[in-house]
């Protein structure tokens, strides 16, 4: 049987949450702290801060192995594990800020100085952070346990990034592809695979299982190696679709299919399938964040990331080419009804951080168009943030009187939208440029609209 273990999560976010949720969904006992007041009292009342499948019911399932609460300290005496979980924004210069992880592990520090506790405590760095950010917290805890009566304290810093993907990261929590972990210490790492063997085991009961049972790999090695992996990860995928954006402007020039392209090269196993989408490109809360961050490690080193800056320019450009085929058809914005169809990141989350429907409707408004958006779950969000964007809760309304419409997020409503009623509903010369390649482009131009994908006539 399997060991439990109190673990303890700090910072109720994405990444925090799903972490708890996981842990006790296999046995073990969470307490999730967060500085925010406010989300801790919601959590309490089962209400969300953010929309994701399928985690509402797994915090209710295991409900009793949970707990919330905003005080770091008494985690820090009861815990055997706990996760660091706090956002790393981007700075000014591109580098991530770790000012959310320094705090809590001066309080790490701090508190262990207070408490008497049989084992070290196992402080497991979740948030991603450069190279170096496990030294850093390890330096911290100790400068903060020295502020407090006792000065000796024991602990162990682990690095386990995180690869989840948002909209479906209950399933990429529990079946994950591997579980990467970072230490020096033997014991640490030997904990830290007890803690997860029912998922590298695949040994718990569930019914979201949908795959026959086999083990997860658990990929050991040294600190900075662990915090490079989540890195070179977020910047190999971000430069995968990017390469399938400029294979897609160069599909169109020669009148090649780029859907049909990133078919036939992903069938190669070395290439594979995944990332290939072609359209308006990445956004969320990782993938420019961790790009910019990784290239500006490589700078601090005297090197000049050339891929990773090329990987950006495409992704930006895709941005700007929304506006280039929408003046394509309407000509001038000035006085144009543009829908916007899907205003967050990607399909199956309501986050908005580096959103291209953000960036594509400021664009737009400043060059004199009206943006009506819609959004399955993003609506209101969006609203608040963008004030000028005339918001929706209806995609058809959105199309009511639209010039144009461009499919932004290819959430399946929008994939499935009813093409005929879309164009009686629009304005000439109701173009529909779909940002995702998601839609059919016979069907839209059967229905009576002007259709404009990306690589593809
Ligand atoms: N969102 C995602 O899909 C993924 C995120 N990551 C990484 O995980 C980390 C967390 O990201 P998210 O969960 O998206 O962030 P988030 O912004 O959703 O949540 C962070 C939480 O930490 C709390 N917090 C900040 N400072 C705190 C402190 N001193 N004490 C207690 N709580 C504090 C905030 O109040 C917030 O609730 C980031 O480093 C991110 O790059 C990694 C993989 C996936
Ligand atoms: O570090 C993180 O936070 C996470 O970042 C991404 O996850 P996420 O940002 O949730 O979303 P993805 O599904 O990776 O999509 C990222 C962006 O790329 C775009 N995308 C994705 C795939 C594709 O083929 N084309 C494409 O344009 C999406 O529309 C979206 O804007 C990674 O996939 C996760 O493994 C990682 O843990």
Same mark, same amino acid.
């Given at each position: +049987? ?22 006790? *969904? ?26 994701? /499948? ?121 079946? /994950? ?12 790492? *030997? ?18 299982? /949908? ?89 601090? *080193? ?28 309407? *000509? ?56 000028? +964007?005339?918001?929706?809760?209806? /995609? ?62």
């Amino acid at each position: +049987m399997a060991e439990r273990f109190d673990v303890g999560v700090v910072g109720a976010g994405y990444v925090g949450l799903v972490t708890g949720a996981c842990m006790a *969904h296999i046995g073990h006992t969470v307490t999730c702290v967060d500085k925010n007041e406010g989300r801790i009292e919601n959590l309490k009342r089962g209400k969300l801060p953010i929309y994701e /499948p399928q985690l509402g019911e797994m915090i209710a399932r295991n409900r009793k192995r949970i707990r919330f609460s905003t005080e770091l300290h008494p985690l820090v005496r009861e815990a055997d594990i706990v996760f660091i979980a706090v956002d790393t924004p981007p700075g000014d210069d591109g580098a991530a800020d770790l000012s959310n992880v320094a705090a809590v592990a001066r309080g790490i520090g701090r508190s262990l100085s207070e408490v008497e506790r049989e084992r070290p405590l196992i402080v497991v760095n979740k948030s991603t952070v450069p190279v170096g950010s496990g030294d850093y917290v390890s330096m911290l805890i100790q400068e903060g346990a020295e502020e407090g009566p006792n000065g000796e304290v024991s602990y162990r810093v682990v690095s386990n990034p995180e690869f989840l993907r948002e909209g479906s990261a209950v399933y990429d929590s529990l079946f /994950p592809d591997r579980i990467v972990l970072g230490a020096e210490d033997r014991e640490a790492l *030997h904990t830290m695979r007890e803690l997860y063997r029912p998922i590298i085991e695949q040994s718990f009961a569930t019914e979201l299982d /949908p795959r026959p049972t086999v083990a997860v790999p658990f990929v050991t090695t040294d600190l900075a190696s662990a915090e490079m992996i989540k890195y070179a990860a977020n910047a190999f995928l971000a430069t995968k679709i990017s390469f399938a954006n400029e294979i897609a402007n160069i599909c169109e020039r020669v009148g090649a299919d780029v859907k049909s392209v990133t078919a036939g090269i992903g069938l190669d196993h070395r290439i594979g399938p995944r990332f290939l989408d072609a359209g308006i490109g990445w956004g969320g809360s990782c993938f420019p964040k961790d790009v910019r961050a990784l290239m500006a490690t490589a700078r601090e *080193h005297e090197y000049e990331p050339a891929i990773l800056a090329a990987a950006v320019s495409v992704n930006e450009r895709q941005r700007r080419l929304v506006i280039t085929k929408l003046q394509r058809d309407l *000509h001038t914005l000035k006085g144009k009804r543009v829908a916007l169809l899907g205003l967050s990141f990607k399909p199956n989350t309501d986050d908005l951080r580096e959103a291209p429907s953000l960036s594509i409707a400021r664009i737009l408004e400043s060059r004199g168009a009206r943006v009506v958006g819609y959004d399955p779950v993003a609506g209101k969000r969006a609203a608040a943030l963008m004030p000028e +964007m005339k918001v929706v809760f209806d /995609p058809y309304e959105a199309l009511k009187g639209a010039n144009a419409a461009v499919l932004v997020t290819e959430w399946e409503e929008l994939r499935n939208l009813d093409l005929e009623r879309a164009a009686t509903l629009m304005a000439r010369p109701r173009l529909l440029v779909d940002g995702r390649n998601a839609i059919e482009p016979a069907a839209a131009r059967a229905a009576g609209l002007i259709y404009q994908g990306f690589g593809r006539e």
